[in-house]
């Protein structure tokens, strides 16, 4: 093999001429002068297109890292040269060893957005020599070529939608998944009407009538754009989602009959010990209805012999909560069923709740009663958000891994990239 294949395959570069090789022992680098060959010379840096030159770079050269030969960090060398693009202007020329406006060769870029999606933050800058934004850079850089040749939405029919939150002070991500090939499809910063619309203006219009099938919370910021975008779709209410309403709704039962019971005599006392000012400590019943919540929260098979303890003794001493308890697990019981029979167990539900004279049961069941078409879709199809929790889930912990990036299109093509199936190579393998 001749040097110069010899260095190309080394550093798993194409399309590259190898001029010289040094290595400097004051930096303890190697430094490989290259240039394009020659048809790829003089082409713009944006779009490929042959153009004019414009200058050499005022005589400046420029460096690219490329992977590391052992211990030893390498960098490529190169003239800066630019073109006179007709559509972009004065760029830098087109370099077959890097992406434009990039520092680090291909093989770099590769191994960096590989390591990020296997591996954790610390073995990715410790390994790689760089920082922990500068990895959230490359990333995004990886993901729009990958984005530039993969069609994500052929052939998309189902789709589920809702949001996430990735940082503190309301900041969500709106994220679709598709239900036939459990990926996520698309994800982008903010829970609005038009961030569901920017959705809808990617897929395009022939694609959006395309769509059978759309899960989602019932938030009108989705429904709405759903009924506009893609009015065919058959919305799908998710079941998670309502029984929540109804956990939501014993809560605040909850919570009203433990402060009836901390203001009744006997209920509190006061506590000043250690404190500026004295404050009132719950005993008795209502000590013991504060720490019921999770009680009243889990599902009865899932239930402690304390906590069945605990549910039988509030079921005697407090109706009225329990009353509320059975109404949500009557409900969590209609999403066991399917079709007909689960149609039949929510209208039973619905008259229950209309007579249960606890109120907020009873403005429950009006909400659902307004999504009753979007739940007996979701009945009759077997269609939930069960799959989009569970991707939401994985976006949390990429989340935590990708604290620091600083910009969310960073985290949104590091989960992309991780859960939309086209998880980069590493270089050099098939």
């Known amino acids: ?24 022992e004051d930096e303890q680098v190697v430094v490989v002068s290259v240039r394009p060959v020659a048809r790829l010379r003089g082409r713009c840096g944006r779009c490929g297109r042959r153009c004019r030159g414009y200058d050499q770079g005022r005589g400046e050269r420029r460096r690219w890292r490329g992977l590391d030969l052992g211990t ?3 960098w490529l060398e190169a003239d800066s040269v630019r073109v006179e693009c007709p559509e972009h202007g004065v760029v830098v020329a087109h370099v077959p060893w890097a992406r434009h406006d990039a520092g680090h060769t291909y093989a770099f870029d590769d191994q960096v957005a590989w390591l990020a999606t296997q591996t954790s933050k610390t073995a990715v800058t410790q390994l790689m020599r760089i920082t922990w934004r500068t990895v959230g850079s490359i990333i995004a850089r990886v993901w729009a070529d990958v984005d530039a040749v993969v069609d994500r939405f052929e052939g998309l029919r189902r789709i589920g939608i809702d949001e996430i939150s990735y940082r503190k002070r ?42 059978t099938h759309v899960s989602a919370d019932g938030a009108t910021w989705i429904t709405a754009v759903v009924a506009e975008r893609a009015p065919q779709a058959v919305l799908c209410a998710d079941p998670f989602h309502i029984v929540a309403w109804a956990t939501d709704a014993l809560d605040t039962v909850r919570r009203q009959v433990w402060n009836t019971a901390r203001r009744a005599p006997g209920g509190s006392r006061p506590e000043s010990k250690g404190r500026s000012r004295p404050i009132n400590i719950a005993q008795g019943d209502a000590r013991a209805l504060k720490r019921a919540r999770y009680v009243l929260w889990k599902n009865p098979e899932n239930l402690t012999d304390r906590q069945q303890t605990k549910l039988a003794w509030i079921a005697k001493t407090h109706p009225y909560l329990h009353r509320a308890y059975l109404l949500k697990e009557g409900l969590r019981t209609v999403f066991k069923l399917t079709g007909h029979q689960a149609k039949h167990a929510l209208q039973r539900w619905l008259r229950w709740t209309a007579r249960s004279r606890i109120p907020e049961y009873v403005q429950l069941g009006r909400r659902i009663r307004n999504h009753l078409p979007a739940i007996h879709a979701s009945l009759d199809h077997g269609l939930s958000n069960a799959l989009i929790e569970s991707t939401n889930t994985k976006i949390r912990l990429i989340t935590r891994i990708a604290y620091g990036f600083g910009n969310p299109d960073n985290l949104i093509a590091m989960a992309l990239l991780t859960l939309g199936g086209h998880r980069p190579q590493l270089p050099g393998r098939p």
């Not at 969500?172 to 203006?201: N, P």
């Open 72 to 74: 030893v960090r390498v």
């Open 1 to 24: 093999m001749r040097e110069n294949s010899l260095w190309r395959a080394v550093l798993a570069v194409d399309k590259t001429v190898i001029e010289a090789v040094e290595f400097d």
């Open 170 to 211: 309301h900041h969500y991500l709106t994220v679709v998944v598709d239900h036939d090939t459990g990926r996520l499809l698309w994800a982008k910063a903010g829970r609005t009407k038009d961030t569901v619309r920017a959705f809808f203006d990617t897929l395009g219009p022939d694609r959006s009538r395309q769509l």
